[in-house]
T-cell receptor, first 116, second 113 residues
Framework: KAGVTQTPRYLIKTRGQQVTLSCSPISGHRSVSWYQQTPGQGLQFLFEYFSETQRNKGNFPGRFSGRQFSNSRSEMNVSTLELGDSALYLC???????????????FGPGTRLTVT | AQSVAQPEDQVNVAEGNPLTVKCTYSVSGNPYLFWYVQYPNRGLQFLLKYITGDNLVKGSYGFEAEFNKSQTSFHLKKPSALVSDSALYFCAVREGGYNKLIFGAGTRLAVHP
């Protein structure tokens, strides 16, 4: 099976712009989660989608949003970019999102966003 | 709120020696614990998980982890380290239901020839 794919891999944007990142999960996986990784804050959960519904949201401002399509592919959007949004954005997929399931998440290679 | 702590920023080990990367957790209820590894310019790779059952969990690439409920620890171990094991290791706990993971700060493992 192909792994989780993320596009683009690298992105340079200017403050105030917006950006859309894309994630294709492993075939058959219906849950997609997004994480932000920075040297200062480490790995932080952004949100999770399952069956096109946001199940969980982390502590990020409303400038960060996402969606999931019927084929389980997901996008996240960051509007009005700030310098502090520079980070590696990781997408992860899992077989399920049911409570008390122990399925692991599989991560993509990430999108490196640089805001100048 | 759930949390995990990785007390060591870096662990140095000689090739062929056993290695341990430490993780302690704080959760309410039964913990779902995970270890991931990250190589430079790569995403996270799943190593192993503890959900329930045996306290010794075996995972990928010869790694294993020991769940200790009384010490609230989930240390990652390998009997004989390889130079190729050098990477950044993350311990994580699932928070609440669904798929939200809370990660530790990470431990950089350096295996020297």
């Amino acid at each position: 099976k192909a792994g989780v794919t993320q596009t683009p891999r690298y992105l340079i944007k200017t403050r105030g712009q917006q950006v859309t990142l894309s994630c294709s999960p492993i075939s058959g996986h219906r849950s997609v989660s997004w994480y932000q990784q920075t040297p200062g804050q480490g790995l932080q959960f952004l949100f999770e989608y399952f069956s096109e519904t946001q199940r969980n949201k982390g502590n990020f401002p409303g400038r960060f949003s996402g969606r999931q399509f019927s084929n389980s592919r997901s996008e996240m959007n960051v509007s009005t970019l700030e310098l502090g949004d520079s980070a590696l954005y990781l997408c992860a997929s899992s077989q399920t999102s049911f409570r008390d399931s122990g399925y692991e998440q599989y991560f993509g290679p990430g999108t490196r966003l640089t805001v100048t | 709120a759930q949390s995990v702590a990785q007390p060591e920023d870096q662990v140095n080990v000689a090739e062929g020696n056993p290695l341990t990367v430490k993780c302690t957790y704080s959760v309410s209820g039964n913990p779902y614990l995970f270890w991931y590894v990250q190589y430079p310019n790569r995403g996270l790779q799943f190593l192993l998980k503890y959900i329930t059952g045996d306290n010794l969990v075996k995972g990928s690439y010869g790694f294993e982890a020991e769940f200790n409920k009384s010490q609230t620890s989930f240390h990652l171990k390998k009997p004989s380290a390889l130079v190729s094991d050098s990477a950044l290791y993350f311990c994580a706990v699932r928070e609440g239901g669904y798929n939200k993971l809370i990660f530790g700060a990470g431990t950089r493992l350096a295996v020297h020839p």
